[in-house]
Structures are given as structure tokens and as C-alpha cells.
Nanobody
Framework: QVQLVESGGGSVQAGGSLRLSCAAS????????TGWFRQAPGKEREFVAA?????????YYADSVKGRFTISRDNAKNTVYLQMNSLKSEDTAVYYC?????????????????WGQGTQVTVSS
């Protein structure tokens, strides 16, 4: 079992930055892919970014955040981060981290078995 807790959300002006953290309990955490998803008001949840398990450094991003967001993991701290730069109003959403065996399709929610409760990010223009 893995429990995930997101933090680092908040309000920021357009062009600003935030760093989200996803802290995990459970020794198996480093053995899972971990992804970030977001859900804006009135919209479906969408994939944002993912990182491979263990120390593999492969990362994957939605086109809408590529070049602005960076996902990373610190297995020693059981934490995955999402550094968000050059934020836009359309980045406003609740951000969720999720873990699971998602190698087949990093953007597929169904492959992530464990989910956090989410953290709100609000970007004002």
C-alpha cells in the first residue's frame, strides 16, 4: 500500500512559479511510476507529467506544459516533485499525484492504483 500526500499548492500571478511535492508512505513507492494529473473546474482530469520508477530518469509531459514544468523524484525522501514555471491562468486546477505500474501508458489514469487528495493551484492573470 502506498499513501500519497500533495503539498505546495497556492495562489500565484501569471508568470510565477510553484513547486508541488508528493510525499509517499510505503517502501514500494520507488518501484512505481508516478504521475501528476490536474482537474480544472468543469473539466475532466488530465495528464500533466510522469516519471519512471526506481532511478530511471525518463520523464513524460503533456504538450501544454512541456518546457515549463519539470517532474523529478527523490527516492531517499520518498517524494516526487513538480516544478511549475511560467504559470498561466489555464494552469489553474486541482493537482493530483498518482502512483502505479503505468509503463504501458503514462497518461492513463486507470493504470495508477494510488492517488493523493489533491492540492489547489490558482494562477491569476
Amino acid at each position: 500500500q502506498v499513501q500519497l500526500v500533495e503539498s505546495g499548492g497556492g495562489s500565484v500571478q501569471a508568470g510565477g512559479s510553484l513547486r508541488l511535492s508528493c510525499a509517499a508512505s510505503g517502501r514500494q513507492f520507488s518501484g512505481y511510476e508516478t504521475g501528476w494529473f490536474r482537474q480544472a473546474p468543469g473539466k475532466e482530469r488530465e495528464f500533466v507529467a510522469a516519471i519512471r520508477r526506481w532511478s530511471l530518469s525518463s520523464t513524460y509531459y503533456a504538450d501544454s506544459v512541456k518546457g515549463r514544468f519539470t517532474i523529478s523524484r527523490d527516492n531517499a525522501k520518498n517524494t516526487v516533485y513538480l516544478q511549475m514555471n511560467s504559470l498561466k491562468s489555464e494552469d489553474t486546477a486541482v493537482y493530483y499525484c498518482a502512483s502505479g505500474f503505468a509503463e504501458a501508458d503514462y497518461a492513463a489514469e486507470s493504470l495508477y492504483a494510488y492517488w493523493g487528495q489533491g492540492t489547489q493551484v490558482t494562477v491569476s492573470s
